[in-house]
Each structure stands twice: as structure tokens, then as C-alpha cells.
């Protein structure tokens, strides 16, 4: 069974940092391409940030480019997000997802929070 456990999110200060970890069990880690999506009250949810099996190419919605940073440990079987720099916009339940580069199959962890705001 595959499970994907989202960790790390919680409340921070704008200009604050946090950062997020997904630990993915029950897969073969190293043939999915790992990504970072959120949804806000009242809003779609969106891809914030993707990054392939080998870690060699990652890609950031435009909103995040230079705060966010997403990173992999394939021996781990972890998939990382820094955040810096957060604004109150940054606000959301954020969610890993893990996609087989073999079949197209997706699954989607059950989400953490992050909330920014004084």
C-alpha cells in the first residue's frame, strides 16, 4: 500500500521560514517524479513545485521561484520543501504527490498545513 506522510507544516511569522518533508512508503520512489501542490480556502489546488526522478530538474509556479526550493533523498525515499521568505498568500494545506513514471499512476498524501500570518 502506498502512503505518502506530509510533515513540517504549522504556523510562521511573513519572512519566515519552514520546511516540509513527505516520506513515501510502499513504491519504488526512485521511478516517480515527486511533486509539491497546495490548495487555499476557496481555491483550486495548484503545483508549486516538481522535481524528477534523479533530482536533476525541479520546477517552481512563478509565485515561488527564488523562496521555495524543493529537494529529494531517493535512499530515504524523502521528498523536501524549504520555504522562505513566506507571505500570507503562501497560505494553504499543502500536499505531496508522487508520480510513476511507468504507469502515469498518482498518489496524493493526505496534507499538512501551513498558515503565515502575525
Known amino acids: 500500500q502506498v502512503q505518502l506522510v506530509e510533515s513540517g507544516g504549522g504556523l510562521v511569522q511573513p519572512g519566515g521560514s519552514l520546511r516540509l518533508s513527505c516520506a513515501a512508503s510502499g513504491l519504488t520512489f526512485s521511478t516517480h517524479h515527486m511533486s509539491w501542490y497546495r490548495q487555499a480556502p476557496g481555491k483550486e489546488r495548484e503545483l508549486v513545485a516538481s522535481?524528477?526522478?534523479?533530482?536533476?530538474?525541479?520546477n517552481y509556479v512563478d509565485s515561488v521561484k527564488g523562496r521555495f526550493t524543493i529537494s529529494r533523498d531517493n535512499a530515504k525515499k524523502m521528498v523536501y520543501l524549504q520555504m522562505n521568505s513566506l507571505k500570507p498568500e503562501d497560505t494553504a494545506v499543502y500536499y505531496c504527490n508522487a508520480n510513476s513514471i511507468l504507469t502515469g499512476r498518482s498518489y496524493w498524501g493526505q496534507g499538512t498545513q501551513v498558515t503565515v500570518s502575525s
Open positions: 522535481i524528477t526522478t534523479g533530482g536533476g530538474s525541479t
